[in-house]
Structure formats: structure tokens, C-alpha cells
């Protein structure tokens, strides 16, 4: 039972620290008006609550390559972003949004995976499990607001949220090498990064 507690913080932590950096990622190029919270956030829930309603159905096998997938996926999410060239649309918001939505989707899914895998009650287990993810997010939000983002910057934020998914992974389905390559580049681009570069800091959606 230990390590469905260490997994589910865990999985709380990855995933609020991926919803404020993925948004913070946004705001060199759509700026940070309300109507940009809005559509980041909602395709957030909305990827949420699809991983809500099939995480107990996802083999653990599925799981675990889902994991790996969103781990390749939220490392190389802020480095899309240097492809986008002025004027932005609403297309290009809600095509950003929804890449970062798949890695959210697959860490909202891996709580009700793990509580079906707990040997506890149903009902028990749901509330253990969904108390420990929640409390690390709390953690979670403190430290990339206060801490991640100020010092380390939206990209290291992102990487380190990757390297969060991938423990995630790893602990389901050990890929030495995998996590071995990923490693190296997570610590090379880690090294190297300080933040995203803002190369279109006044963009006007069309």
C-alpha cells in the first residue's frame, strides 16, 4: 500500500505542476487574458474527465506505454512552440492546448487505475487514493509557483514534470532503457534551459 501512496502523490504533483507551467507556456504568445485561462483550462477538465471515466478499464500494460508516451509528449511540448509564427488563432490556441490534454488525461486516468488495482473497498480506496493525488497537487502548486517557475523557468518546469511522468512509468513497467536515454536528455536540456523563449511577446489573436 506504501506504493500506491508514493505513486498517487506523485501523480498529483505531475499533474498540476504540467496544468501551471503548460499554461505559463502559452503566455509569450497569446498573452494572459481571460479568455486564454479559459479555453487552457477547460480542455484541461476536459481531458481530466475522459482519464476519470476509463481509468479503471486501461490494462497495465496500456498504462504504462500511455505513461511513456506522455512523458515524450510533455518533454517536447515547449519546444513546439518556437515553430508558431504570428498572427495566432484560436485554432492554434486550442491545437496547443489539447497536446498538453493527452499527458493531463493519462495522469487523471492513472488515479482511478490505482484504485482499482488497491486491495481496500472501493469506496475506501477512492477516497485514500484521490486524498494523497489531491494533497500533491497542493504541494505541487506551492512549489512550481513559488519555487519551479520563478527559478527554473516554464521549460525545466515541464521537463521535470516529464521526469515525474516517467518515474510514473517506470514503476509500472521498468524500461531501463528508456529511462536511461531520457536521463541523459532530461539532464542535458536541464543543464541548458532556463526558460522559453519568448520570441513574439505581443501577439494578437485573429
Known amino acids: ?17 504540467l496544468e501551471l507551467s503548460g499554461v505559463r507556456a502559452l503566455y509569450p504568445l497569446f498573452g494572459s487574458a481571460l479568455p486564454i485561462w479559459t479555453t487552457v483550462l477547460g480542455c484541461f477538465m476536459l481531458a481530466m474527465a475522459i482519464g476519470y471515466r476509463l481509468g479503471a478499464h486501461i490494462p497495465h500494460k496500456t498504462m504504462a ?27 492554434h490556441l486550442f491545437f496547443l492546448s489539447s497536446i ?56 525545466k518546469t515541464l521537463l521535470l514534470s516529464s521526469f515525474f511522468i516517467l518515474l510514473l512509468a517506470f514503476a509500472l ?14 539532464l542535458t536540456f536541464f543543464l541548458g534551459f532556463y526558460g522559453i523563449p519568448t520570441l513574439y511577446p505581443s501577439v494578437v489573436l485573429e
Not at 8 to 14: N, P, S
Not at 173 to 186: A, D, G, H, Q
Open 100 to 155: 498538453l490534454s493527452l499527458p493531463a488525461a493519462v495522469l487523471a486516468a492513472f488515479t482511478p487505475f490505482l484504485v482499482d488495482k488497491s486491495n481496500k473497498r472501493a469506496g475506501e480506496a477512492a477516497g485514500f487514493i484521490y486524498s494523497v493525488s489531491t494533497l500533491g497537487s497542493i504541494v505541487s502548486t506551492f512549489l512550481t509557483g513559488f519555487v519551479f517557475l520563478p527559478f527554473l523557468g516554464v521549460v
Open 173 to 186: 513497467t521498468p524500461n531501463l532503457i528508456i529511462f536511461v536515454v531520457f536521463v541523459l536528455l532530461f
Open 1 to 17: 500500500m506504501s506504493s500506491v501512496v508514493v505513486l498517487a502523490f506523485v501523480e498529483g504533483m505531475a499533474l498540476m505542476m
Open 65 to 91: 506505454l500511455l505513461l511513456y508516451v506522455s512523458v515524450g509528449v510533455t518533454f517536447l511540448y515547449p519546444f513546439l512552440t518556437l515553430f508558431l509564427k504570428p498572427p495566432l488563432s484560436l485554432f
